[in-house]
T-cell receptor, first 110, second 114 residues
Framework: AQRVTQPEKLLSVFKGAPVELKCNYS??????LFWYVQYSRQRLQLLLR??SRESIKGFTADLNKGETSFHLKKPFAQEEDSAMYYC????????????FGKGTRLHILP | DTGVSQNPRHKITKRGQNVTFRCDPI?????LYWYRQTLGQGPEFLTY????????KSRLLSDRFSAERPKGSFSTLEIQRTEQGDSAMYLC????????????FGPGTRLTVL
């Protein structure tokens, strides 16, 4: 069965320091991987997906098939990055349901 | 706001009562998803529609839960004989049209069962 694991419930990082949110997945096929973000009092929104290979708001994530990881990184944290981050996966049938991890709350300290 | 909308935003009910939630997807989207999110968890898939056809139901969706999308536009999720364990945030998402396969989420309906 598909599973997405985010080992950290809470990550506190000082402003300007690097950020890394960890995510591991288990799936027998070739899933599509995502990071979703939920800012305070806002709805869940897509941050980035592995197939796009893009940087959004300074965040990047590289799919490592050998380690089945999709960690989210940003070199210099900003206060507005404080939010709940969810790693998620979906089979390559792109209309299928999304499987979410439990989420990591990122708290940027001033 | 042309995004996904959900009503009501909050619902408090007593155990044993029936509740119904509504989701209005983005108008051009033909796919609609329901998820449930409990405290400390990520969203969990409940069910999925393509137009009016319900294509998949999670094992989380007990017999007390029913979802419909009668005209392929808005959807309703009904919970009969609510239990305290049904307390959660119920999220709706839609995809299709120019948005492709990206799922756009609504603000959710928070259900509290007393």
């Amino acid at each position: 069965a598909q599973r997405v694991t985010q080992p950290e419930k809470l990550l506190s990082v000082f402003k300007g320091a690097p950020v890394e949110l960890k995510c591991n997945y288990s799936y027998s096929g070739s899933p599509e991987l995502f990071w979703y973000v939920q800012y305070s009092r806002q709805r869940l929104q897509l941050l980035l997906r592995h197939i796009s290979r893009e940087s959004i708001k300074g965040f990047t994530a590289d799919l490592n098939k050998g380690e089945t990881s999709f960690h989210l990184k940003k070199p210099f944290a900003q206060e507005e990055d404080s939010a709940m981050y969810y790693c998620a996966s979906r089979p390559m049938n792109r209309d299928d349901k999304i499987i979410f991890g439990k989420g990591t709350r990122l708290h940027i300290l001033p | 706001d042309t995004g996904v909308s959900q009503n009501p935003r909050h619902k408090i009910t007593k155990r044993g009562q029936n509740v119904t939630f509504r989701c209005d997807p983005i108008s051009e989207h033909n796919r609609l998803y329901w998820y449930r999110q409990t405290l400390g968890q990520g969203p969990e898939f409940l069910t999925y529609f393509q137009n009016e056809a319900q294509l998949e139901k999670s094992r989380l969706l007990s017999d007390r839960f029913s979802a419909e999308r009668p005209k392929g536009s808005f959807s309703t999720l009904e919970i009969q004989r609510t239990e305290q364990g049904d307390s959660a945030m119920y999220l709706c998402a839609s995809s299709g049209g120019t948005g492709g396969h990206e799922q756009f989420f609504g603000p959710g309906t928070r259900l509290t069962v007393l």
